[in-house]
């Protein structure tokens, strides 16, 4: 009996006693200098594979992590989010040994539901009601065109969606559907995937079309126009643009049941191949970084920065402002890397995003020469296209429900950043 009381103490001391904090990582912090400042083997790192030691190199200074700790105070667990959707885990296995492994982040996403009453004005009535900033800002995006439309005695009712990881808010809210419930009408606005509202389920898109002056068309691009968008079109970074390994968030693997993220576009090349950067901007790093090798990073503008590794020697130095298609670099092997490549990263705000996304023209020279023979056989024009916006109609019949069905004015997710943080929360 005495024996079974104290395994039950045991136990109970060893669920009770971990506490989970979060951290963020330190500026310049190496990889290896964190795991021995805890305590942790650094033959963790012998165990780690190609693509797992460039996922190391992701880590950046001021990334929010979560240390899972024993009532010693001891590191048992460590989470460190590397992409939008993976995050690194170090845990002890049952042999006592740490391991390192890569998983999908444990986001929960919720649907949230609010009815302002407009009783002076929107703005500051949907402030006092709801106390959400971010949601505001949102709501005045979605709502700009509508403005005019809504008075004193309406109601604005609305449905977002919302993403916590580990009862903390990730990211902004989306906006799903707007109802203005007026004494005699009412108006759905329907949101777009910018967040931008419309009085029908439809969006209207701009396409660019070329025509040319001798009077047939030879050149219509399908694609959405970046007339009102201020996305960037980076260059491809060298000549040769045979890519050998695509960008990819981390596929899971069903026979290994291991997920391996390629935070980059690689691109085939012989050593010594001159690398330019993708647009304008300034490097703020060059030198040796675990499993890229040596590296050049490039920040731009609109919170993008662009990444080259493996590369075999520098052109450029840290602090030197660059142009688009100047030469930074040469192409190597340097790294853990099976042969001679050019891996591309692009991200923006800190999050990798794939580069063929963004890359939209040959290096300057070569688009520079393109765009002004298009310009001298053909005029551009401006057409437009009805688009549906995504699930429109599910949202209205959501609204519409929650409208007949809700006691709630608001549901708030006010504790959420009160709550104490929980081991569950992470996987
Ligand atoms: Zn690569």
């Given at each position: 009996?005495?024996?079974?009381?104290?395994?039950?103490?045991?136990?109970?001391?060893?669920?009770?006693?971990?506490?989970?904090?979060?951290?963020?990582?330190?500026?310049?912090?190496?990889?290896t200098?964190y795991?021995q400042?805890?305590?942790?083997?650094?033959?963790?790192l012998?165990?780690l594979?190609?693509?797992?030691?460039?996922?190391?190199?992701?880590?950046?200074?001021?990334q929010?992590?979560?240390?899972i700790?024993?009532d010693?105070?001891?590191?048992?667990?460590?989470?460190?989010?590397?992409?939008?959707?993976?995050?690194?885990?170090?845990?002890?296995?049952?042999?006592?040994?740490f391991?390192?492994?890569?998983?999908?982040?444990?986001?929960?996403e919720?649907?949230?539901?609010?009815?302002?009453?407009?009783?002076n004005?929107?703005?500051?009535?949907?402030?006092s009601q709801?106390?959400?900033?971010?949601?505001?800002?949102?709501?005045?995006?979605?709502?700009?065109?509508?403005?005019?439309?809504?008075?004193?005695?309406?109601?604005?009712?609305?449905?977002?969606?919302q993403?916590?990881?580990?009862?903390?808010?990730?990211?902004s809210?989306?906006i799903?559907?707007?109802?203005?419930?007026k004494?005699?009408?009412?108006?759905?606005?329907?949101?777009?995937?910018?967040?931008?509202?419309?009085?029908?389920?439809?969006?209207?898109?701009?396409y660019?079309?070329?025509?040319?002056?001798?009077?047939?068309?030879?050149?219509?691009?399908?694609?959405?126009?970046?007339?009102?968008?201020?996305?960037?079109?980076?260059?491809?970074?060298?000549?040769?643009?045979?890519?050998?390994?695509p960008f990819?968030?981390?596929?899971?693997?069903?026979?290994?049941?291991i997920?391996?993220?390629?935070?980059?576009?690689?691109?085939?090349?012989?050593?010594?191949?001159?690398v330019?950067?993708?647009?304008?901007?300034?490097?703020?790093?060059?030198g040796?970084?675990?499993?890229?090798?040596?590296?050049?990073?490039?920040?731009?503008?609109?919170?993008?920065?662009?990444?080259y590794?493996?590369?075999?020697?520098?052109?450029?130095?840290?602090?030197?402002?660059?142009?688009?298609?100047?030469v930074?670099?040469?192409?190597?092997?340097?790294?853990?890397?099976?042969?001679?490549?050019?891996?591309?990263?692009i991200?923006?705000?800190n999050?990798?995003?794939?580069?063929m996304?963004?890359?939209g023209?040959?290096?300057?020279?070569?688009?520079?020469i393109?765009?002004?023979?298009?310009d001298a056989?053909?005029?551009?024009?401006?057409e437009?296209?009805?688009i549906?916006?995504?699930?429109?109609?599910?949202?209205?019949?959501?609204?519409?429900?929650?409208?007949s069905?809700?006691?709630?004015?608001?549901?708030?997710i006010?504790?959420?950043s009160k709550r104490?943080?929980?081991?569950?929360?992470?996987?």
């Amino acid at each position: 009996m005495t024996r079974i009381i104290i395994l039950l103490f045991l136990i109970s001391v060893s669920i009770f006693g971990n506490t989970v904090t979060k951290q963020k990582w330190k500026q310049g912090q190496k990889f290896t200098n964190y795991l021995q400042l805890n305590g942790i083997s650094l033959d963790l790192l012998k165990s780690l594979d190609e693509l797992e030691k460039q996922v190391v190199g992701e880590i950046q200074g001021g990334q929010v992590f979560y240390e899972i700790k024993d009532d010693n105070g001891k590191i048992i667990k460590v989470y460190i989010p590397i992409s939008s959707t993976l995050q690194i885990k170090i845990a002890k296995n049952q042999a006592n040994e740490f391991k390192f492994s890569i998983i999908p982040i444990n986001f929960k996403e919720d649907i949230y539901f609010g009815n302002v009453a407009v009783k002076n004005n929107i703005w500051s009535d949907i402030k006092s009601q709801t106390h959400n900033s971010n949601l505001i800002q949102k709501l005045q995006k979605a709502l700009k065109s509508f403005t005019s439309k809504i008075s004193k005695g309406d109601n604005v009712a609305f449905l977002y969606s919302q993403k916590s990881l580990a009862g903390l808010l990730s990211g902004s809210p989306q906006i799903l559907i707007i109802k203005i419930i007026k004494p005699d009408k009412e108006i759905f606005i329907y949101i777009d995937e910018d967040g931008n509202g419309h009085n029908e389920p439809f969006e209207s898109v701009s396409y660019v079309v070329y025509e040319p002056i001798i009077g047939k068309t030879i050149k219509k691009e399908n694609q959405k126009s970046n007339i009102n968008k201020s996305k960037l079109s980076f260059a491809y970074p060298m000549r040769s643009t045979m890519i050998t390994s695509p960008f990819s968030n981390g596929r899971y693997h069903p026979v290994l049941h291991i997920y391996r993220p390629h935070f980059g576009t690689d691109f085939g090349t012989k050593r010594g191949t001159p690398v330019m950067s993708v647009e304008d901007g300034i490097v703020i790093f060059a030198g040796v970084e675990g499993g890229y090798g040596n590296v050049v990073k490039v920040r731009h503008s609109g919170g993008y920065m662009s990444l080259y590794a493996h590369l075999d020697g520098f052109r450029a130095s840290v602090g030197d402002s660059v142009g688009k298609g100047e030469v930074i670099a040469y192409s190597g092997n340097t790294g853990t890397s099976s042969g001679p490549h050019l891996h591309l990263g692009i991200y923006l705000n800190n999050t990798p995003i794939d580069p063929m996304s963004v890359i939209g023209e040959e290096t300057s020279s070569v688009g520079s020469i393109l765009n002004s023979v298009v310009d001298a056989v053909s005029t551009k024009t401006y057409e437009t296209k009805k688009i549906p916006i995504a699930n429109a109609l599910k949202h209205r019949e959501m609204i519409n429900y929650r409208l007949s069905t809700s006691v709630k004015t608001y549901d708030w997710i006010d504790d959420a950043s009160k709550r104490k943080l929980s081991e569950d929360d992470f996987e």
